[in-house]
């Protein structure tokens, strides 16, 4: 779902530091994915293509937001509460996969899905702060108030994130159901049962290549 709501996030997001992360977002899950889809063709497995019903509603309310609600909205469960269940995901399977090319995947991702979150914590907390300015202008009287107040970046908390992104979880698909902690087989577990024979994939029924999100 990451990468779906990133290229949302792109077209419909007022704020140039939410398009940004939008755009690395995109760029680096589906490098990753492409990397995923690659191991599991060489292992002749076949990775979900299809998006669960969470996936699906958060899509689509973030298809009705415009604005700094889509800010919010998309900062707080796309990227930091996604981000924050797709890191816990592929620490486990970096621990406990029995097959070393997938525990080498995650433990080569798990770098990119924290500094996403990184990332995703700092614009959460830049617009909390330009939220709270523009509230805090508005009570001043007209005398000693400035001409107006400018916009700010929303997008409080998450979602990663990671998963994103640190909130409860809300099915970002990696929109993520909790993974369960049994160990996996040679093949990687799935995020909602570790000890499945295919790659790791989303909650939402998409791969986890980082954050979770399919090509």
């Not at 930091?80 to 995947?105: G, M, P, T, V």
């Amino acid at each position: 779902m990451e990468v779906q709501a990133a290229q949302l996030a792109q077209q419909k997001s007022t704020s140039s530091e939410v398009k940004q992360f939008a755009a690395q977002v995109e760029k680096d899950h589906k490098s990753a994915n492409d990397e995923l889809q690659r191991i599991a063709s060489a292992k002749g497995l076949t990775l979900p293509t299809s998006m669960n019903q969470d996936g699906l509603a958060q899509m689509k309310e973030l298809n009705n937001l415009t604005g700094r609600a889509f800010d919010r909205v998309y900062t707080s469960k796309a990227a930091i509460q996604h981000h924050q269940k797709s890191i816990a995901l592929y620490e486990r399977i970096a621990r406990e996969s029995n097959d070393a090319e997938i525990r080498a995947f995650a433990e080569k991702t798990l770098p990119t899905l924290r500094e996403h979150l990184k990332m995703a914590q700092a614009m959460s907390t830049s617009g909390d702060r330009s939220s709270t300015s523009s509230r805090s202008g508005s009570d001043v009287s007209p005398s000693s108030s400035s001409p107006g107040s400018s916009d700010f970046v929303s997008g409080s908390t998450s979602g990663s994130s990671t998963d994103s992104s640190t909130s409860s979880s809300d099915q970002t698909s990696t929109s993520p159901g909790e993974p369960s902690s049994s160990s996996d087989t040679k093949n990687p577990p799935s995020p909602s049962q570790s000890s499945s024979q295919e790659p790791p994939t989303s909650v939402d029924g998409r791969p986890t290549a980082p954050g979770g999100a399919a090509k």
